[in-house]
């Protein structure tokens, strides 16, 4: 079974400074990792993903993620914290060993907010 | 490119009634449909996805239904609402059998009173 753990409900950041919301996995093979954002009353957006190849994914409005095996983790981060960056934050895998037809499994997401 | 459209925005809706909402899929063929429901502005269910015209699977069993009758249409019914069926409903879809990423509609806001 696959499954997403986002440890933190809301993470509160300064403008200008760097923000990190986490994400960790379970998996009984390897992962594919996705990241979407969420505004509000509005659908998902995709950010960014990690299939395979270098462990730091660089995605949409200047985030990135860093694929780390050995934590099962792959945390997302930004150097500098907008207070549009202020969303619904959702890391989702699949089993790389799954049929590509399965579905992305979510985890609860995290709320950031950046505070001026 | 693909886009994907979902209507309804908002309905509200008394209990007992029919729902049917409906999303469409543009510029792509036999991509994978899915319905979630998002509950109080959190995480994401999964209620039905389909890999091709007339196959469904469903995650959680409930008053809820789906059905693709053409390969780029999916359709999520109710014969009678719930006020548990309030929610945030999302429909995504991807490239079918591929390690892709999903793409989400703009969602359907249901309130049932």
């Known amino acids: 079974a696959q499954s997403v753990a986002q440890p933190e409900d809301q993470v509160n950041v300064a403008e200008g400074n760097p923000l990190t919301v986490k994400c960790t996995y379970s998996v009984s093979g390897n992962p594919y990792l996705f990241w979407y954002v969420q505004y509000p009353n509005r659908g998902l957006q995709f950010l960014l993903k990690y299939i395979t190849g270098d462990n730091l994914v660089k995605g949409s409005y200047g985030f990135e993620a860093e694929f780390n095996k050995s934590q099962t983790s792959f945390h997302l981060k930004k150097p500098s914290a907008l207070v549009s960056d202020s969303a619904l934050y959702f890391c989702?895998?699949?089993?790389?060993?799954?049929?590509?037809?399965?579905?992305?499994?979510f985890g609860k997401g995290t709320r950031l907010s950046v505070i001026a | 490119s693909q886009t994907i459209h979902q209507w309804p925005a908002t309905l509200v809706q008394p209990v007992g009634s029919p729902l049917s909402l409906e999303c469409t899929v543009e510029g792509t063929s036999n991509p994978n449909l899915y319905w979630y429901r998002q509950a109080a502005g959190r995480g994401l269910q999964l209620l039905f996805y389909?890999?091709?015209?007339?196959?469904i699977s469903s995650e959680v069993p409930q008053n809820l239904s789906a059905s693709r009758p053409q390969d780029r249409q999916f359709i999520l019914s109710s014969k009678k609402l719930l006020l548990s069926d309030s929610g945030f409903y999302l429909c995504?879809?991807?490239?079918?059998?591929?390690?892709?990423?999903?793409?989400f509609g703009q969602g359907t806001r249901l309130t049932v009173v």
């Open positions: 389909s890999v091709g015209i007339g196959q």
């Open positions: 989702a895998v699949r089993d790389i060993s799954n049929s590509g037809n399965t579905p992305l499994v």
């Open positions: 995504a879809w991807k490239k079918g059998n591929m390690n892709t990423e999903a793409f």
